[in-house]
T-cell receptor
Framework: GQQVMQIPQYQHVQEGEDFTTYCNSSTTLSNIQWYKQRPGGHPVFLIQLVKSGEVKKQKRLTFQFGEAKKNSSLHITATQTTDVGTYFCAGGAAGNKLTFGGGTRVLVKP | DTGVSQDPRHKITKRGQNVTFRCDPISEHNRLYWYRQTLGQGPEFLTYFQNEAQLEKSRLLSDRFSAERPKGSFSTLEIQRTEQGDSAMYLC???????????????FGPGTRLTVL
């Protein structure tokens, strides 16, 4: 079945620095979604990418969908303490169920 | 609060007992999903409904698990003869889903944390 992998598993970032987290699928995706889960919380939708090569920005967050629609990345600039949490990518197949990656746990050092 | 709600928030049970969880989705959402999340992992798909129809069930889901959405609104997830390996957070999510739309943002509830002793 479809597998979604994320790297790194942990990201320790100094406040103010940039970082990127990567997501790879074993199969071609119809779409990819990104969610953020704060400690003790539930996943909250951030964005969806549908088109090959698509790039979307949300303030300091930049999301990219690969040309082959098998990988994606999330780049955060000028990291803030509010960015703490786990970022999940989730591969969508036929717009129905999502296959989540293992997540990247982001810790911010002030 | 018009978000997804789940009840109970926590459940502690002894091995072998049956448990049932409830999910109330956002009222206008026709799709409802159940996921399971263990510590340090991403949510794992269990099953989903479009209105009252259960359209897909994970192959990983044992026969001890059953879900219903009888009137296309709230849903229940039952686990029979619980095992220690069933201990996890059970998340419910809902969304609007139409064939013509690719947009399928899912709104998650707070989850039910199950502990099997």
């Amino acid at each position: 079945g479809q597998q979604v992998m994320q790297i790194p598993q942990y990201q320790h970032v100094q406040e103010g620095e940039d970082f990127t987290t990567y997501c790879n699928s074993s199969t071609t995706l119809s779409n990819i979604q990104w969610y953020k889960q704060r400690p003790g919380g539930h996943p909250v939708f951030l964005i969806q990418l549908v088109k090959s090569g698509e790039v979307k920005k949300q303030k300091r967050l930049t999301f990219q969908f690969g040309e082959a629609k098998k990988n994606s990345s999330l780049h955060i600039t000028a990291t803030q303490t509010t960015d703490v949490g786990t970022y999940f990518c989730a591969g969508g197949a036929a717009g129905n169920k999502l296959t989540f990656g293992g997540g990247t746990r982001v810790l911010v050092k002030p | 609060d018009t978000g997804v709600s789940q009840d109970p928030r926590h459940k502690i049970t002894k091995r072998g007992q049956n448990v049932t969880f409830r999910c109330d989705p956002i009222s206008e959402h026709n799709r409802l999903y159940w996921y399971r999340q263990t510590l340090g992992q991403g949510p794992e798909f269990l099953t989903y409904f479009q209105n009252e129809a259960q359209l897909e069930k994970s192959r990983l889901l044992s026969d001890r698990f059953s879900a219903e959405r009888p009137k296309g609104s709230f849903s229940t997830l039952e686990i029979q003869r619980t095992e220690q390996g069933d201990s996890a957070m059970y998340l419910c999510a809902s969304s609007l889903g139409h064939v013509s739309l690719s947009y399928n943002e899912q709104f998650f509830g707070p989850g039910t944390r199950l502990t099997v002793l």
